[in-house]
């Protein structure tokens, strides 16, 4: 059984600092792992993605996160915030063989001026 | 191109009310995939539809079914709604191959009264 679990429902940061979500998962088999951002009232966009390969893997707007399979941790982070990162994140897991995405509960990040 | 398309946008129900909800994948995409996502929780897995044959289903009741046509669009139907049922709904296309990255419409919001 696969399961994902997103350590704090809520993070706030100053514009500018470092934006640190944390992603932790179970999988018996190995994973693909995801994160996907959501704006109110809107559908998920993808940010990043991990397949195979590189263990670090860069996304859209500035967000990367690092797979690393020791400490079953798939960690999102950002250098500077900006307001316009303000959103719902879900992290999210799948195995190789189905499309089925197992999401976590989400964290929700503030970014205050 | 147009990304995935769900309609209606909002929706509101009484309990014991039937409901179908619609989907357009992207172009080319073979796989529709639904999902719940209750508020201030992360989206749960209802169905997977590839090639118009069901190929997965999550932890719902009978009363919720789908299927999908030969364009690939879907359709999501509950029937005899409960107040627990208000949830946004999303679809999710893919190609349903390997890694391929899975893109959400903007979903429909189910309010059940």
């Known amino acids: 059984a696969q399961s994902v679990t997103q350590l704090g429902s809520h993070v706030s940061v100053s514009e500018g600092a470092l934006v640190l979500l944390r992603c932790n998962y179970s999988?018996?088999?190995?994973?693909?792992l995801f994160w996907y951002v959501q704006y109110p009232n809107q559908g998920l966009q993808l940010l990043l993605k991990y397949t195979t390969g590189a263990t670090l893997v860069k996304g859209i707007n500035g967000f990367e996160a690092e797979f690393k399979k020791s400490e079953t941790s798939f960690h999102l982070t950002k250098p500077s915030a900006h307001m316009s990162d303000a959103a719902e994140y879900f992290c999210?897991?799948?195995?190789?063989?189905?499309?089925?995405?197992?999401f976590g509960t989400g964290t929700r990040l503030q970014v205050f001026p | 191109d147009a990304g995935v398309t769900q309609s209606p946008t909002h929706l509101i129900k009484t309990r014991g009310q039937q409901v179908t909800l619609r989907c357009s994948p992207i172009s080319g995409h073979k796989s529709v995939s639904w999902y719940q996502q209750v508020l201030g929780q992360g989206p749960q897995f209802i169905f997977q539809?590839?090639?118009?044959?069901?190929?997965g289903r999550g932890n719902f009741p009978d009363r919720f079914s789908a299927r999908q046509f030969p364009n690939y669009s879907s359709e999501l139907n509950v029937n005899a709604l409960l107040l627990g049922d208000s949830a946004l709904y999303l679809c999710?296309?893919?190609?349903?191959?390997?890694?391929?990255?899975?893109?959400f419409g903007p979903g429909t919001r189910l309010t059940v009264l």
């Open positions: 999988s018996s088999v190995p994973p693909y």
């Open positions: 539809y590839y090639e118009k044959e069901e190929r």
């Open positions: 999710a296309s893919s190609s349903g191959q390997g890694s391929d990255t899975q893109y």
């Open positions: 999210a897991v799948r195995s190789y063989n189905t499309d089925k995405l197992i």
